[in-house]
Each structure stands twice: as structure tokens, then as C-alpha cells.
């Protein structure tokens, strides 16, 4: 332990034998500063052995694209994420688990991290994981040439600032201290492939991880099968695994005939609530349906109009008709509850007095017309697009739907159109919204929103370790967003997984990742 790790170790038992933090806090932080590291939980791969052999099939909506680096939709994380590992795990109270990882530390003040590689691990064409292929993978991803997807999550890592130490070392220069760094390496797209992988994941589906994938059939479906070299012995279970594209409506028809055997679609509860084949699994996360305004576009360029917008909102109807009723109030800022550092603020509640007021402020007193975009096959935006429309028609604003193919709402226009619905999956940590969507220039920020004040904060949070000031600190940034309202964040979602009961021992995750390592098929639920 360095002297550093200790400073830090000091400082987060006295928070916690003070009270200032709870026990879910210190074991998070424990983690991410790499203190105690949690053991990898293998007892699920020991006594009594689950039942080998089998598929497991899910249903999944259309990828817009599957080269790990510019990943960008949950369908093709899923497709990449059977075949490739990150270096970091999250489990399922989102605390970091070592992956390809084994242990990571920090030194000059959270400006560089040291990774300490997993030995033994073979790539998928047999050649042995070492510090070369981590280095070139992390290069590759911010490197604003590649297409990636990430450059904004890795705003404060250049190329430069990926180096070996040696075969089983990685060191991170960081351009400013990011105290919660461990968490974005279980980024989705910073998945770990060979040094000289030439691209065309189609192509070259070339991974550590526990399935091999041998079809893929763009729009259709991918084949896997079991990794027989998985660097934990005896894991995968399942022979082999499918991903069926399948539109919402017609993946719940395949999980009650029994084609397939797991799916996310929150409209299916009513259906599967109650019915003994079929377990519903939930779990809170951070992930949010987001309603994203161009502050550089009339009429959103004025903030009362936004304000109006969001205080439209009756946001338990919101979650009860998109989501079923698996949800969290959203305050329209990205702490969700289950980040620790979330303060409460007041809760912005549904109000037309006061939203036709601010519209007459801002010279709308009778509305305005607008176009709302979102993907028409990702699950279950359309619904909450007209949810919305049907909410914002009592103050004259009259909403035309435009939903379009997730090939090309991901594209561009989910970054470009002046209104829009888009789904953001769950994070390990506040700051990877922060920076990649809201930060002034960062590439997802579909709100073109810029404030300086709001910048110099997260910049604060990324290297703060107390925890008070921490909450302080994501108190002000969440003051700021419900105030200026970027974007209406109306709930956050328990996450929702249908899975036939013939399937054991898939537990899902904060983050939204499909692990199906221990996963296994029984013949008698």
C-alpha cells in the first residue's frame, strides 16, 4: 500500500466511524480507491455444480452497431459484451468486482491509477492477454480517429497517457485527478481486445470472454458458443447462447410460446407478473428515459420554456405507463438514488398554473408547436413519446412524433434534432453522465447545454475525496440541472428481466450488462 492508498484508507474509515457515510458508501469506495478489494464470488461455480449443457436464448432489439469501441445501444453491448470483458465489474449492490483486473491503485493525488493485470487469460484465437492488448485497447478508444464512442467518457486520458509498466501493468496517466477513475473502466466499450486486432467485429469477434460468437447475421440474430479455454474453470455453463433480434411486441409472444427465454420489455409485466414459468427479476439502477431539449434553438433556448416542460410532467403516471410502475421519481439531474453522494432537493412535481405562466413569460402564451423524435424500435421509447405528447397538450404545446429506425435515430439525430426522447443505460458512478452529456462541448451532449459554473463542479466532484464536501458538491450540480433543465429526467428504472424458469443463476446487474457465466438450464423449475 502506498502512502497515498493509506492517506486515503485513513480518511475513509474516519468518515465512517463518524457517521458521515454509511456502510454501502465505504464498501463502494473501499472498492473503487482499491483498498479492500472484493474476492471474485466463485461460489456459484462450486458446490453443488448447476446442470452443464443447454442454450440460453434472448430476445433483443436492433444493434446499431457492434464495433466495441463505438458502441452506443444496449443491443449491441450485449451482442459485444458475451465475447469480450472489461477490466472491472460491478455486482449487483454496484460495487466494483476485478474482472480482467485484480487489484488498482492511485497515486499523486488521483492523476495516475496502476492496474495489476488477471494472468492466464487467453484470447479467443489463443494467444495469451497481456499489458499490450489492455494499452492498445484503451489507445484505441480515445483516440478521435477510431470513431470512438467514449472520447467523451475519457476526457482526461490521452493516448499518451496509457502505458505498460510491464506484461502484467498498466499505468493511467490521468490530465486531472478522477478519484472514482476504477469505475470508468467498466465502461461498455472499454472491452479488452488483442493488440493487433484488425476491426470488423462481425469479422473478428475476438474476446476473453466466456462464449465465442460463430454467427451474425446483422438485424437478425448471433450465435455463441462455449468458451472452452474461459480463464474460470469449469464456467460457462450453457453450451451456447442466441440473441434473437425480435421487435418488443413479438419478443413477448416468443418468452410465452417458449422460443426464447429472457426479456427486458417493462410492458410485459402485467403478463408475466403472476405466471409460474416465467421470474420476473428487478433491480434499481441510474438508468433513465431522458427528454433532451436544444437550449441553442428556440423556443428551448429560453429556460422558462423548459422549466414549463418539465413541470408538465406528472411523473408517477410516467412511471406507471412506460415502466409499469418500475421506477424512482426523477428530479430532472442524473443522481439517482442509488448513487450514495445523491442529496435530496425539492421535488419538482406536476403543476400547469405555474408551466403556462413561464410560457407567457417567455412570449408563448399559447403554446407552441414542436416535433419530438425518438427510436421507434427501442423498448419502450415510442410509449413514453406519446405519454409525454398527451402530457404537454393541457399548455397549448402541440407535439408531432416523429420515431424512426435506431439505425438512424443513433446515427446522428439523437445528437442533433431539437427535441428528443433517448434511453440512457446505468452508470457505476454520477460523473459518467456528467461528463460525456452535460459538460460544455462534450460529444453526447444532445442539449448543445454550456455553463461554466456547472463545469468547474464536476471538475471539483472528479477529484474530491471527502465525502461531505462530495454531497456538497453533488447537491450544487444537481441544483443547477433542475434549474436550467437540459433535459427532463422524469424517473430513474428498476430494470426489469423476464426469464423462464428453467434458467438458474442469472442475476442481473446496475449497470444493465447480460453476465450469462453462471447461468444455467434446468430441467425441472
Known amino acids: ?72 445501444d444496449d443491443p449491441g453491448i450485449g451482442t459485444v459484451h458475451q465475447v469480450c470483458e472489461m477490466l472491472i465489474d460491478t455486482d449487483y449492490d454496484g460495487v466494483l468486482q476485478p474482472r480482467l483486473a485484480t487489484s488498482w491503485e492511485p497515486a499523486e493525488e488521483g492523476t495516475v491509477w496502476t492496474v495489476t493485470l488477471r494472468q492466464g487469460v487467453k484470447f479467443h484465437n489463443g494467444q495469451m492477454m497481456t499489458a499490450d492488448d489492455v494499452v492498445a485497447s484503451f489507445k484505441r478508444l480515445v483516440d478521435p480517429s477510431s470513431g470512438s464512442s467514449a472520447l467523451a467518457t475519457f476526457d482526461f486520458l490521452t493516448a499518451d497517457g496509457v502505458r505498460k509498466v510491464d506484461d502484467a501493468t498498466v499505468a493511467f496517466d490521468l490530465a486531472r485527478p478522477v478519484v472514482d477513475f476504477p469505475a470508468y473502466l467498466n465502461s461498455y466499450q472499454a472491452v479488452i481486445l488483442p493488440a493487433d486486432w484488425p476491426g470488423n467485429f462481425a469479422e473478428n469477434p475476438i474476446g476473453t470472454g466466456p462464449f465465442m460468437l460463430t454467427e451474425y447475421v446483422p438485424q437478425q440474430r448471433a450465435i455463441y458458443t462455449r468458451n472452452p479455454d474461459y480463464w474460470i474453470e469449469g464456467v460457462p455453463y450453457l453450451d451456447s447462447v442466441e440473441a434473437i433480434t425480435l421487435a418488443p411486441d413479438n419478443a413477448v409472444t416468443a418468452l410465452q410460446g417458449g422460443s426464447v427465454d429472457m426479456i427486458g420489455n417493462p410492458a410485459a409485466l402485467p403478463l408475466f407478473r403472476d405466471n409460474p414459468e416465467v421470474q420476473t427479476l428487478t433491480i434499481s439502477t441510474s438508468g433513465h428515459d431522458g427528454i433532451f431539449m436544444r437550449v441553442d434553438q428556440a423556443p428551448f433556448d429560453d429556460k422558462r420554456v423548459r422549466q414549463a416542460m418539465a413541470l ?214
Open 1 to 72: 500500500m502506498t502512502v497515498e492508498t493509506r492517506a486515503y484508507a485513513d480518511h475513509l474509515q474516519s468518515a465512517y466511524r463518524a457517521g458521515r457515510i454509511d456502510r454501502r458508501e465505504f464498501i463502494k469506495w473501499s472498492a473503487i480507491l482499491g483498498l479492500a478489494l472484493p474476492h471474485l464470488n466463485l461460489a456459484r461455480a462450486q458446490t453443488p455444480t448447476p446442470p452443464r449443457g443447454g442454450t440460453v436464448r434472448f430476445a433483443v432489439d436492433p444493434a446499431a452497431t457492434i464495433e466495441p469501441h463505438q458502441l452506443n
Open 312 to 525: 408538465c410532467m406528472n411523473r408517477p403516471d410516467l412511471i406507471a405507463s412506460v415502466w409499469q410502475g418500475l421506477g424512482e421519481l426523477g428530479n430532472d439531474n442524473v443522481f439517482a438514488p442509488v448513487f450514495p453522494i445523491s442529496t435530496p432537493i425539492e421535488q419538482r412535481a406536476q403543476d400547469y398554473d405555474r408551466a403556462k405562466a413561464l410560457l407567457a413569460e417567455a412570449g408563448h402564451p399559447n403554446g407552441f408547436s414542436a416535433i419530438l423524435t425518438t427510436s421507434s424500435d427501442t423498448s419502450p421509447l415510442p410509449t413514453m413519446a406519446a405519454v409525454v405528447q398527451e402530457m404537454l397538450q393541457p399548455v397549448g404545446i402541440e407535439i408531432e412524433i416523429n420515431a424512426e429506425p435506431s439505425s438512424i435515430y443513433f446515427a446522428t439525430d439523437w445528437l442533433e434534432t431539437p427535441l428528443n426522447i433517448t434511453n440512457w443505460g446505468g452508470r457505476a458512478t454520477p460523473s459518467q453522465y456528467l461528463t460525456t452529456a452535460y459538460v460544455t462541448g462534450s460529444v453526447w451532449n444532445a442539449s448543445h447545454w454550456s455553463n461554466p459554473t456547472f463545469d468547474g463542479l464536476v471538475s471539483q466532484l472528479d477529484a474530491e475525496l471527502d465525502m461531505d464536501r462530495r454531497k456538497a458538491l453533488a447537491q450544487e450540480i444537481a441544483t443547477i440541472m433542475t434549474e436550467e433543465v437540459p433535459s427532463i429526467i422524469p424517473f430513474f428504472i428498476n430494470g426489469v428481466t423476464f426469464v423462464r424458469s428453467t434458467v438458474q443463476g442469472y442475476v442481473p446487474d446496475r449497470i444493465g450488462f447480460r453476465d450469462l457465466r453462471f447461468t444455467s438450464i434446468s430441467t425441472v423449475p
